[in-house]
């Protein structure tokens, strides 16, 4: 960005480019100022954190300067591929491929969860592997949560039950299977939805949500800053999430900070996350085991605080601190 500067003199910036229908900016490897100061520099280690533009610039400075080469694997390649032009049949094989090479590449690959470093096996990924959650909580943040806010500002009555989403509204996240899953609840129990992200899938989930005649009972708040979208959660009486490409499930973690109790999808990370049973539910990726867990939940308050309070204790494990020492 022009004009910027970090207050950290280690940062160092290199170019980007926005990428169409994903808002995230691909980083452009040509940075020749940048590269003379990595050079020069005293490293240790280089530690990349996709295997695309900046993980091959990273793979260079490493091979360059003899120095060992770290790859946290954050992200399924393969399932986003639909943001890619051409057919997913060839494109999924390849980013398969693609990252599984560039792993064998590396001298460790960080899995944010068990369930990842199964999948990466299968995929071929031969080498040393780490798992280390990246949910990196900082904890004095969810101590001074204040989420009175939130039912105001939407227009939620205080005197029904909330749930609440929050993910980008991307195909990749099954925030139609949450919807779906909502209105089979609201069949059986008096309840609020707030929808908490933007995205590209924003539109088609609105007019799901109007299909379904979920009507002022389903709420989307748009983009919300970090801050506002934990408040959210903080919010509810549980969090519901049907996403099944994660690596670890950020968001699920951060309710569990929360004192919020999950309903969750048992695929990806999310099932290293969630305590089944203890901290929240896991479930089959269906509408129907979604709402029927919910609605367990929401006839049953003592056990909802039960699982509240052992969230906040396993989140514990999240903190900034432990995982940097384990890092």
């Known amino acids: 960005m022009r004009g910027y500067h970090d207050s950290d003199p280690d940062v160092l910036r290199y170019p980007s480019v926005p990428t169409p229908q994903y808002d995230f900016p691909l980083g452009i490897p040509y940075a020749p100022a940048a590269w003379r100061m990595l050079m020069a520099r005293e490293l240790d280690v280089v530690h990349a954190h996709a295997p ?33 032009p051409g057919p997913a049949s060839l ?23 068990r369930t990842l470093v199964s999948r990466l096996r299968a995929q071929g990924v031969r080498g040393r592997i780490e798992v280390l959650p990246t949910a990196a909580l900082d904890l004095q943040l969810f101590g001074s949560l204040d989420p009175s806010w939130v039912r105001p500002e939407f ?33 059986r129990r008096d309840a609020l939805l707030l929808v908490v992200g933007g995205g590209p899938e924003e539109a088609a989930l609105r007019r799901l949500s109007g299909e379904l005649n ?31 490409t994660e690596t670890q499930g950020l968001v699920v973690v951060e309710a569990m900070a929360a004192g919020v109790p999950a309903v969750a999808v048992n695929a990806g990370g999310v099932g290293d996350a969630v305590r089944d049973g203890v901290t929240g539910f896991l479930v089959p990726p269906s509408a129907a085991a979604l709402a029927e867990k919910v609605v367990d939940l929401l006839d049953d308050a003592t056990l909802r605080r039960t699982m509240a309070a052992r969230a906040k204790e396993v989140a514990q494990e999240f903190a900034l601190p432990a995982l940097t020492r384990r890092l």
């Open 214 to 244: 979920l009507g002022s009972r389903a709420v989307f708040t748009g983009l919300q800053p970090h801050r506002r979208t934990v408040e959210c959660i903080a919010a509810a009486d549980l969090f519901i999430y049907g996403s099944q």
């Open 155 to 187: 227009g939620l009555p205080l005197d029904r039950p909330l749930l609440v989403t929050a993910s980008r509204l991307g195909k990749e996240k099954s925030v139609d299977l949450v919807l779906q899953a909502f209105a089979q609840v609201i069949r």
């Open 52 to 84: 695309f533009t900046m993980g091959r610039a990273a793979a260079r400075l490493a091979r360059r300067r003899g120095l060992p080469l770290v790859f946290t694997h954050h992200t399924l390649y393969d399932e986003y591929v639909h943001y890619a």
């Open 91 to 113: 494109l999924r094989p390849l980013a398969r491929s693609y990252t599984t090479r560039y792993a064998n590449r590396c001298d460790c690959v960080i899995a944010p969860s």
